[in-house]
Every structure is written in C-alpha cells, then in structure tokens.
C-alpha cells in the first residue's frame, strides 16, 4: 500500500532548479520578515547580522526554505513603494543568497517587478504572492517567463481593507471558484509549478477560518500542492485568549490537523516545531502502513 495521501492524484512534485523535489513528506518554509510592522516579528529581522543569524537558525533547524518578505501583509498595515520593499529585500536576500548559497528561497511580494528583480539577481526559486496576481496584472506572464513555482493565495482585497465588509455569498465555494479561475489562467500561460495557500486570516472572520480548516481536503480537486500558514494568527489567540506570543501551541495543533488533510507544506514563524510535527506526523503515517502489510499478511498467509 502506497504511502497515505489523502488528495489521491495530487501533483507531488516541483521543479526547483531543475530538480525535481518530492512533496510525499510535507515541506516547512521558515518566515524571514524583515518588516517593521508585521504582526509577529515585525523589527526584529532589520540589520545584515539579524538576519544572517534568523536564517542559519531556521536552516539549522530543518526548513526546507526561506520565505523572505519585505511588505508587511497584516490587517492594516502601511502601503510601501516598490522602491522601499526592493530596498528592504535587498540587504536580505543578498546576506541568505551569499551565505547559504544552497538555500531554497522564496520572496513574498505581489509585484511582478520585484519578483523578476529578486530571481535575476538573487536566484531565489520560488515566488509567493498573498494576491495571487489580482495587485499586479502582469505577475502571470513575469512567473511563467521566470519558469519558477507560483505560490497563489486567497485574500479578499488588499491587506489594508482585508478585514473590512467581509462577505461571501458561498464561502467554500467563492474560494474554489476563484481558484480554479487563476489555475486555468495559470496553464494556459505555462505555468507548470502552481502551490495553493487557501489565505487563513486574510479576509476571513475567526469563524471562516475554521471553516476553511474543516474542509481543506476539499482543495483536492485541483490536484495541486497546497501550503498553509496558521502560524501565531490571530484565529488562534482571538478564539484563546491572549496574544501571538501565547499561540505556539495552538498553532501545533492545528498544523497537525492540515497534515492529516493532505497539506503539503507549512508556512511557519518556528521551524523547530513544525518539522518535529511534520516527523511526528510521518511516524504515524509509516506505521499505519506497517499494520496494513502486517495484517494483509496474517489475512492471507502463503
């Protein structure tokens, strides 16, 4: 019996590099924000040595990449130019790229002109976009040209009216609908690496957000890797009490809860934490299917 997949068909593989990297063990991609405002860890990722120590950390500890993003994306938060988010990525991607050269990175930006400056000049190899192109028209074309994998999120609006009148005449089924819309867009450019973040937190009540919990093995139709980020959000502590300090252990278990539904890769503040619960998840996994042979073999001895 084949190793557990609860998204049966799903593509399981991207290109990075032009080597195929297998998705059957769920991945974990450390977050760099080198923000001043971002909601966890904004300002503590700002000088060249801060954060050449974050990503020998998170590289230490196992992430398998380093998601760098220089436009805060929480509820509210400023409007940067193109020039301030280049100048902020600049010192960062420069410092990961130059000293851990091996690395996998992904930049964070909705910009199709950031992400064909940030691939050019710092190789970074994926693109991850909370817009999923609807911020910058041209982002399609830049990521097929580029032939790097897409990572396409779910917001309603932009992250400075996200939160505002939300409303959705079908949640589930607005979500899928606008998926399916952008993956066609996608093909018919090209494009052949697509990851699906379903977007906990943007544009969603705490209500939406565990209703997208409860039904991400619905994403399967799209036979397409998916990635969530549910890291110290705001779905945890508003539903628990206190702050994102406090959120660590809530956001363990509800990335336990997307790996049993197929979720191929976690987007994560601590990188310790989701590859023990990524090994852990595993371990069950590989034991659930030792007592399928063993018990196929008392059912039917030779």
């Not at 930006?109 to 192109?133: C, K, M, P, Q």
């Not at 300090?245 to 990335?255: I, K, M, R, S, W």
Request: charge should be neutral; hydrophobic fraction near 40%.
């Amino acid at each position: 019996m084949k190793l557990k997949d609860t998204f049966f068909s799903k593509k399981l593989t991207l290109n990075i590099r032009g080597q195929l990297m297998e998705l059957s063990a769920p991945k974990v991609m450390g977050i760099l924000n080198i923000t001043p405002d971002s909601f966890y860890d904004g300002g503590k990722y700002t000088s060249a040595d801060q954060i050449y120590q974050q990503a020998e950390n998170m590289i230490a500890e196992g992430a398998d990449f380093i998601d760098v993003g220089g436009y805060s994306s929480r509820p509210g938060a400023e409007h940067i130019s193109v020039e301030e988010e280049k100048k902020r990525l600049d010192q960062a991607l420069g410092t990961v790229r130059n000293k851990f050269p091996q690395a996998l990175i992904s930049v964070d930006t909705f910009r199709s002109d950031i992400a064909r400056w940030a691939v050019e000049n710092y190789a970074v190899d994926l693109i991850n976009d909370i817009s999923a192109g609807y911020m910058d028209q041209a982002m399609y074309a830049t990521v097929a040209d580029l032939k790097v994998p897409y990572i396409i999120m779910h917001m309603q609006g932009t992250p400075q009216n996200m939160q505002q009148n939300i409303k959705y005449n079908h949640f589930l089924k607005d979500i899928i609908k606008y998926f399916a819309r952008i993956v066609h867009q996608l093909k018919i450019l090209g494009v052949k690496d697509i990851i699906i973040d379903p977007g906990f937190g943007f544009g969603k009540t705490t209500d939406h957000n565990y209703r997208l919990m409860s039904c991400l093995d619905d994403f399967k139709i799209f036979e397409l890797p998916v990635m969530v980020g549910v890291s110290r959000k705001s779905m945890i502590y508003k539903y628990l009490g206190g702050t994102a300090q406090d959120a660590l252990n809530g956001t363990t278990v509800l990335q336990t809860l997307a790996l049993t539904k197929g979720v191929n890769m976690l987007r994560v503040h601590d990188v310790k934490q989701a590859k023990e619960t990524v090994q852990l998840y595993m371990k069950c996994i590989e034991m659930e299917e030792w007592g399928y042979e063993n018990e196929a073999v008392h059912r039917n001895p030779e």
